[in-house]
């Protein structure tokens, strides 16, 4: 069974970058879409951007140009490259299949925007 470890993620500046990672223990060749999803302090979780395995990517309009989510199949590994970033993008990041499957949520990694 695949597991997801999220990493890469800490304290920024607001207006700069991070890039965070979605490392897969088993191949992720066959979910149709994966996607990187995010919780900030007493909000629901929401999908910030998904891509599918054909290399389709969609964001959410709340990070639409400023983040990109790049996935290397021969790694197993998805991205979520996060540019021009500001305060309201500070929560815990996680990533998923989409639709998401219960056992594949991790710890995810923390993403605070602040000066």
């Known amino acids: 069974q695949v597991q997801l470890v999220e990493s890469g993620g800490g304290l920024v500046q607001p207006g700069g970058s991070l890039r965070l990672s979605c490392a897969a223990s088993?191949?992720?060749?066959?979910?149709?879409?994966m996607g990187w999803y995010r919780q900030a302090p007493g909000k629901q979780r929401e999908l910030a951007a998904w891509?599918?395995?054909?290399?389709?990517?969609v964001n959410a309009d709340s990070v639409k140009g400023r983040f990109t989510i790049p996935r290397d199949n021969a790694k197993n590994t998805v991205y979520l490259q996060m540019n021009s970033l500001k305060p309201e993008d500070t929560a815990v990041y996680y990533c998923n299949s989409l639709p998401t499957i219960k056992n594949y949520w991790g710890q995810g990694t923390q993403v605070t925007v602040s000066s």
């Open positions: 891509i599918t395995s054909g290399g389709n990517a």
């Open positions: 088993g191949s992720i060749g066959s979910i149709v879409a």
